[in-house]
């Protein structure tokens, strides 16, 4: 029984770690430019390898999301959209792309109540980086005026 609760509690403090480190990281990030840099050519070729690796197989090669992707399917779920510019992704500010890339659609926080989703939660496969990474990649592919909008929408996001 103490190997037990000693395997519980050491996995109960790294859960904490975990959550603290993204806390900080967000933190960190309402007092300044999102971590997910569009101008960053490294940052943009980091996360277009690791979007292409873990990403593209749902979102599309192209960022075009699945076809019909506001459209539910039998099983109530709708298909991964685009995070192209017809898609919504821009529409939400960078920290909450990186919590639902990280933690998944997680209902009542990201999503309604009840919802469910086939997104994974990729904490524990991606770095924190990787997801910065991988949204910079993803607003690289946007026009200027939408990224203006996306950072305005960023900006009201920290000032509230």
Known sequence: MPG??????IGLLAAACAF??????????????????????VQVAQGKAVYDRHCASCHG???????????????GRLPAPPHDESGHTW?????????ITKHGLVPGKYAPPKYESDMPAFAGILA???????LAY??????????????????EFRNR
């Open 61 to 75: 090669t192209r960022l075009e999301g699945q076809s019909n992707w506001r459209e539910k399917l039998a099983n």
């Open 128 to 134: 924190d980086e990787e997801i910065w990474a991988v």
């Open 20 to 41: 603290l480190a993204g806390a900080i990281a967000v933190a960190l990030w309402k007092d300044k430019k999102s971590p997910a840099d569009p101008g960053n050519a």
């Open 91 to 99: 529409h939400h500010p960078d920290a909450v792309l990186f919590g």
């Open 138 to 155: 993803i607003k690289s592919t946007w026009s200027d005026e939408i990224r203006r909008t996306q950072a305005e929408i960023n900006r």
């Open 4 to 9: 037990t609760r000693n395997r519980i509690g």
